[in-house]
């Protein structure tokens, strides 16, 4: 159940995060259409463009610690011996969970105080951009606290190191 669970939140952020980003290049070229061929601005297209793309960093950030692509100085680890190489790695998904653990807190406490401000260009609150910060931290703190018992699960000897990494996939 636990595996279908993964399977299903995968396909979900891939699909999630590809129509954001969709989104914002939509609104970004009808911005850049409408300033430079029908000769008017409009007004809402920058800011909600810059929400959609906040939200899409967010996630995106869960996402990639879920996929083990948080940034790292491979080279390093791997000249490591397994055993240290499995400890360096617990630590640093717990540095992460512990960073978006603050994230999320300060992403709360920043909805509770700044969430009813309405933004003039789109008409509505802040906290529809706001909440993507303590949304994203928690679904980072999740991401990272799997990661751990992952790792802490797999044999040491039996990671991956950077040089078995093909690179970014592409959604």
Do not use: C, Q
Request: charged share 15%; aromatic share 8%; net charge negative.
């Amino acid at each position: 159940m636990i595996e279908r669970a993964g399977v299903v939140y995968d396909a979900t952020m891939k699909t999630l995060l590809a129509l954001l980003s969709a989104a914002t290049l939509g609104v970004a070229a009808w911005a850049v259409f409408s300033r430079n061929v029908l000769s008017t601005s409009v007004v809402w297209a920058d800011t909600t463009a810059t929400w959609i793309f906040v939200w899409t960093v967010m996630l995106g950030s869960a996402y990639a610690i879920t996929r083990g692509g948080h940034m790292e100085i491979g080279i390093g680890k791997d000249a490591l011996p397994p055993v240290v190489r499995k400890a360096v790695t617990v630590v640093g998904y717990v540095a992460v969970a512990v960073a978006a653990l603050f994230l999320t807190y300060a992403g709360v406490h920043f909805v509770d105080v700044s969430g009813d401000t309405p933004s003039p260009a789109v008409g509505v609150t802040m906290k529809w951009v706001l909440l993507a910060f303590p949304v994203g931290g928690a679904l980072m703190i999740l991401a990272a606290l799997e990661r751990v018992v992952t790792t802490l699960r797999t044999p040491a000897d039996a990671l991956p190191t950077s040089s078995d990494d093909d690179g970014p996939e592409v959604i």
